[in-house]
Nanobody, 121 residues
Framework: QVQLVESGGGLVQAGGSLRLSCTAS????????MGWYRQAPGKQRELVAR???????NYADSMKGRFTISRDIAKNTVSLQMNSLKPEDTAVYLC???????????????WGQGTQVTVSS
């Protein structure tokens, strides 16, 4: 199993910035996709951004231009820089690892514990 540890959440005013970090227990090259998701109260979990082991990046349209996902291979860490934050960005942000297990010959998901981001108006 891949363990994920998230940090960087907090309270920020609208227009402010936060940087979230997610550290995995194994090399990012061994994880097919690292992603950030978020879930607000009463809403479904949604994709924020993701990056593949090959470096391909995808953003949800609503976050494009404001959020940036990046990785530090040496530290097994994926970060999410969030700028121009809006109250509607308030949610629990979760790190996700989608990876292949050789023994089962199947793909699995691991999730971090979640970190709260609150944006005040």
């Amino acid at each position: 199993q891949v363990q994920l540890v998230e940090s960087g959440g907090g309270l920020v005013q609208a227009g402010g910035s936060l940087r979230l970090s997610c550290t995995a227990s194994k090399s990012l090259f061994s994880i097919n996709t690292m992603g950030w998701y978020r879930q607000a109260p009463g809403k479904q979990r949604e994709l924020v951004a993701r990056i593949t082991s090959g470096g391909t990046i995808n953003y949800a349209d609503s976050m494009k231009g404001r959020f940036t996902i990046s990785r530090d291979i040496a530290k097994n860490t994926v970060s999410l820089q969030m700028n121009s934050l809006k109250p509607e960005d308030t949610a629990v942000y979760l790190c996700n690892a989608y990876y292949y297990r050789d023994y089962e010959q199947d793909f699995f998901d691991s999730w971090g514990q979640g970190t709260q981001v609150t944006v005040s108006s």
